[in-house]
Nanobody, 122 residues
Framework: QVQLVESGGGLVQPGGSLRLSCAAS????????MGWYRQAPGKQRELVAT??????????NYADSVKGRFTISRENAKNTVDLQMNSLKPEDTAVYYC?????????????WGQGTQVTVSS
């Protein structure tokens, strides 16, 4: 079982920055692919960024809408994953969710945090 707790959301003006953090409990954190997703009012939840670890290499993936503005990172020793968001736009407004995902054969583990609100507005 993995519990995820997000922090760092808030209100920011367009062009500003925010840093979201996700702290994970449980063991074997490095075996999980970690991700950030978001859901705006009236829209489906969508992928923002993911990061997975293989050996000493981290593999990252970003939605086209955030490439060049957002950076995902993780510290396996601290069981944390962060999302640095720069040049924020009003369309980035959403509830942001942390996700932990792992597939071991036919066993799939998928955990979600409670979400943190990000509002970009002047």
């Amino acid at each position: 079982q993995v519990q995820l707790v997000e922090s760092g959301g808030g209100l920011v003006q367009p062009g500003g920055s925010l840093r979201l953090s996700c702290a994970a409990s449980g063991s074997l954190f490095s075996t999980y692919a970690m991700g950030w997703y978001r859901q705006a009012p009236g829209k489906q939840r969508e992928l923002v960024a993911t990061i997975s670890t293989s050996g000493s290499i981290n593999y990252v993936n970003y939605a086209d809408s955030v490439k060049g503005r957002f950076t995902i990172s993780r510290e396996n020793a601290k069981n944390t994953v962060d999302l640095q968001m720069n040049s924020l736009k009003p369309e980035d407004t959403a509830v942001y969710y942390c996700n932990a995902h792992r597939e071991l054969g036919y066993i799939v583990n998928d955990y979600w945090g409670q979400g943190t609100q990000v509002t970009v507005s002047s």
